[in-house]
């Protein structure tokens, strides 16, 4: 896993899973990631908890975790 410290700019709403789970491709300055799958973190990125500049935790290319830069707030799979 990585962990990039970016600012997200937009987010775009793509499916969801059977359980009605959202995925987003997500918009950032260091470039475009999707959100995993059934994962809280879609979740947390379009309640827009996690806004502008945030780290993200990316597995194969894919947003598993987000946090606060401070670390104090977070959703997801940080390491």
């Given amino acids: ?3 990039k410290k970016v600012t997200i700019e937009k987010i775009e709403y793509m499916s969801s899973d059977r359980a009605g789970n959202p995925r987003f491709r997500v918009y950032t300055d260091g470039g475009v990631f999707t959100t995993i799958s059934g994962g809280a973190v ?3 990125i379009q309640n827009q908890e996690f806004q502008g500049e945030v ?3 990316l597995e194969k290319g894919e947003i598993v975790g987000v946090s606060s830069v401070d670390g104090k707030h977070f ?3 940080q390491q």
């Fill in 42 to 44: 879609a979740l947390g």
């Fill in 55 to 57: 780290i993200l935790t």
């Fill in 75 to 77: 959703t997801g799979r």
């Fill in 1 to 3: 896993m990585d962990q």
